[in-house]
């Protein structure tokens, strides 16, 4: 698969406000876009540290994916997300290889980026999420 880098952490927080207010007040990071992301009941907040992106996640919905994790298993690291080309290739190679995934086509995330899951009962317990960077699709076959 090879992804390209490590595009963003996600962090699921139970309250965005606060929690961008920690990462600008005590680490220094400026917040750069936030966002919201309805159909997966969520609104991001992102921050760069060097070449990566810190998301995140506040739930918009208490029945939502945010929600329920930090319900069962408190705030903290709830993703990591690589940058791949041809995302639905490697969700084909992934599948192939016996990963159950979440997504079996890519959908549209934050900063219009295509993105797909994998379960993170086939990645030894980390949810895995790939991301496309729009453009950066190939042509059909």
Excluded at 16 to 31: D, I, M, N, Q, R
Excluded at 61 to 86: C, L, S, W, Y
């Amino acid at each position: 698969m090879k992804p390209a880098h490590i595009e963003h952490i996600g962090i699921a927080v139970a309250s965005l406000a606060e929690s961008v207010a920690f990462y600008e007040k005590v680490l220094g990071l400026k917040c750069y876009n936030i966002e919201e992301v309805p159909d997966q009941k969520v609104r991001t907040a992102f921050f760069m540290v060097g070449q990566t992106k810190i998301e995140l996640l506040e739930s918009t919905d208490p029945q939502g994916t945010i929600a329920r994790f930090i319900e069962k298993r408190g705030e903290g690291i709830h993703h990591i997300a690589f940058a791949v080309e041809n995302i639905e290739e490697k969700l084909r190679h992934a599948e192939k290889e016996g990963v159950r995934l979440i997504d079996t086509k890519p959908r549209k995330g934050a900063e219009g980026l295509e993105i797909a899951f994998l379960h993170p009962g086939s990645a030894h317990g980390v949810l895995i999420e790939l991301c496309e960077h729009p453009g950066h699709e190939q042509p059909e076959k």
